[in-house]
C-alpha cells in the first residue's frame, strides 16, 4: 500500500469528521481509559515555552497549554478541517497559533532547534514513516527539548474477549489474541461510515526510533486511570479491558 495513498485516506477521512472528534482525546487527557497529565506532570511548567504540536486536532491541547501561559503556540495537522476548527476555537478563547496543514513526514516550514516541547496527543501513530517523523521532531528541538506522544497500546489491537461461550473451552470473559503483536502490516478499520488506514507498531518499535533519533527516553507510561480500575459499575467491554491490560501508552524523551 503507497504512502501517499494512505495519507490521502486519512485526510479524506478527517476533513469529513473532524466535527464528530471535536474535543476528544486532548489534555490533560492522553488516552482513552489513561491517567492524565493532572496525575503525571510530564510537561511541567511551560511558562514562556515554546510548544509545537503535531496532529493538533481540534486545538483543545493547544488551549490547555495557552492555558499555562506557554509563549508561543504551533500546530500541524493533515486536515483543513481540524485546523479551520483549531483556529476558531483557539479564537473564541482569545488565543492565536501559527498552524501548517500538511501531513507530518513533510518537509515543513518549521524552524530547527526552536522548540521547547514537541507532543502529539493520539497523532503520532497516524504517520506512514515514523522514523522520518521523529528525526524532524528531533531538529524543531532545542538541545534538551522535551518530545511527548501518546498513541493506542498496541495491545489494544491484538486482543479480543472470546466469543465463545463453551465453558469446557474457554471461560466467559476471557481475551484472547485474535491478532499477532508482531503484525506491522497497515489495515483498513471501518469508522462512521468510512474507513481508515493503520498500523500497529510494536511498543520495540517506537523505542528503537527514539533512540536512533537520539532521544532519550525519560518515561514510558502504560497504566490505566485508578477511577477505572477501582469501579464497580462501569462494566463495559473497554472498562473490562482496561482492567486487564493498558488501552494506551504514553512516552517522554529528550533530545541529547
Not at 471535536?22 to 510548544?51: C, Q
Not at 492565536?96 to 501513530?125: H, Q, R, W
Amino acid at each position: 500500500m503507497e504512502n501517499n495513498n494512505i495519507t490521502q485516506n486519512n485526510k479524506t477521512y478527517w476533513d469529513a469528521n473532524a466535527d464528530l472528534w471535536f474535543g476528544t482525546t486532548a489534555l490533560p487527557a492522553y488516552g482513552v481509559k489513561f491517567v492524565t497529565e493532572d496525575d503525571l506532570h510530564l510537561f511541567g511548567d511551560v511558562s514562556g515555552k515554546k510548544m509545537l504540536e503535531i496532529c493538533c486536532g481540534s486545538g483543545h491541547s493547544l488551549k490547555y497549554h495557552a492555558d499555562r501561559n506557554a509563549a508561543e503556540l504551533w500546530g500541524v495537522d493533515l486536515s483543513h478541517k481540524q485546523i479551520e476548527n483549531a483556529k476558531a476555537y483557539l479564537k473564541e478563547n482569545g488565543y492565536t497559533a501559527k498552524f501548517i496543514c500538511a501531513p507530518m513526514e513533510s518537509d515543513l516550514d518549521i524552524p530547527t532547534n526552536y522548540f521547547d516541547y514537541v507532543y502529539s496527543i493520539y497523532g503520532i501513530g497516524w504517520t506512514t514513516d515514523l522514523q522520518g517523523t521523529f528525526n524532524k521532531i528531533a531538529s524543531y528541538l532545542k538541545k534538551d527539548g522535551i518530545f511527548i506522544f501518546s498513541w493506542h497500546h498496541t495491545l489494544n489491537y491484538c486482543v479480543a474477549w472470546s466469543c465463545d461461550q463453551r465453558k469446557d473451552i474457554l471461560e466467559q470473559n476471557q481475551l484472547i489474541f485474535n491478532r499477532s503483536y508482531f503484525d506491522e502490516a497497515y489495515f483498513t478499520m471501518p469508522v462512521d461510515d468510512s474507513e481508515i488506514i493503520l498500523c500497529n507498531r510494536k511498543i520495540s518499535t517506537y523505542i528503537n526510533a527514539l533512540a536512533r533519533t537520539g532521544f532519550a527516553i525519560e518515561q514510558m507510561i502504560e497504566e490505566t486511570d485508578k477511577k477505572t480500575m477501582e469501579s464497580v459499575e462501569d462494566d463495559s467491554d473497554k472498562a473490562k479491558m482496561a482492567r486487564m491490560l493498558p488501552i494506551s501508552v504514553c512516552f517522554k524523551a529528550r533530545k541529547l
